[in-house]
């Protein structure tokens, strides 16, 4: 059982345009992180949202977490070739000190 | 440099042959963990340490040990490696902050290690 699916699994886009990337759960999450990873290398921690409705930008990256704490969103705009990479969101499964990832959504912005 | 460095980055092995993978994060972190990574399964976790003697298993643990004596080391350890545990492994480590179990900002991950046991 997955406990936090992303959708889409693989998107193929063009430069400039914008993108947006879901994280569902049906559990509630204490807090979620998003990563980014290139082939062969380790996920690198990207942001952290932790209130419900928390809104955060990393220059083109707009971040969100819903409102009750069970689904996060990553919006891209004006895609660059650079964010090609595997997103990928994760967090502590409430009640325990597991951490877990998404299944991960890999995205090829072409030039 | 904050960092946790994982050796060898690549190893090929026999089935039976006991290996220990090494990790080690120079941030003082409490949390360290290991998450094996296999095509359409993604990132699934082996093990996990809260802090020094303090380890739990993750959701794949079948066939690995680990151990915790100093803060800064987490090796992993497969002592009859099987084909089934050919894949790519990364340790990670973690700071505390907050209130409440569980309650964590994100890994820094190594590198990773590409694993082959044939």
């Known amino acids: 059982t997955q406990l936090l699916e992303q959708s889409p699994q693989f998107l193929s886009i063009q430069e400039g345009e914008n993108l947006t990337v879901y994280c569902n759960s049906s559990?509630?999450?204490?807090?979620l992180q998003w990563y980014r990873q290139e082939p062969g290398e380790g996920p690198v921690l990207l942001v952290t949202?932790?209130?419900?409705?928390e809104v955060k930008k990393l220059k083109r990256l707009t971040f969100q977490f819903g409102d009750a704490r069970k689904d996060s969103s990553l919006h891209i705009t004006a895609a660059q070739p650079g964010d090609t990479g595997l997103y990928l969101c994760?967090?502590?499964?409430?009640?325990?000190?597991?951490?877990?990832f998404g299944t991960g959504t890999r995205l090829k912005v072409l030039a | 440099e904050a960092q946790v460095t994982q050796n060898p980055r690549y190893l090929i092995t026999v089935t039976g042959k006991k290996l220990t993978v090494t990790c080690s994060q120079n941030?003082?972190?409490?949390?360290m963990s290991w998450y094996r990574q296999d095509p359409g399964l993604g990132l699934r976790q082996i093990y996990y340490?809260?802090?020094?003697?303090?380890?739990d298993k993750g959701d794949v643990p079948e066939g690995y040990k680990v151990s915790r004596k100093e803060k800064r080391n987490f090796p992993l350890i497969l002592e009859s490696p099987s084909p089934n545990q050919t894949s790519l492994y990364f340790c990670?480590?973690?700071?505390?902050?907050?209130?409440?179990?569980?309650?964590?900002?994100?890994?820094?991950f190594g590198s990773g290690t590409r694993l082959t046991v044939v």
């Open positions: 340490s809260m802090n020094v003697e303090v380890t």
């Open positions: 559990s509630v999450f204490s807090s």
């Open positions: 941030m003082n972190h409490e949390y």
């Open positions: 949202v932790v209130t419900g409705g």
């Open positions: 990670a480590s973690s700071i505390r902050e907050g209130e409440g179990q569980g309650f964590n900002y994100g890994y820094t």
């Open positions: 994760a967090g502590p499964y409430s009640g325990t000190y597991k951490y877990i």
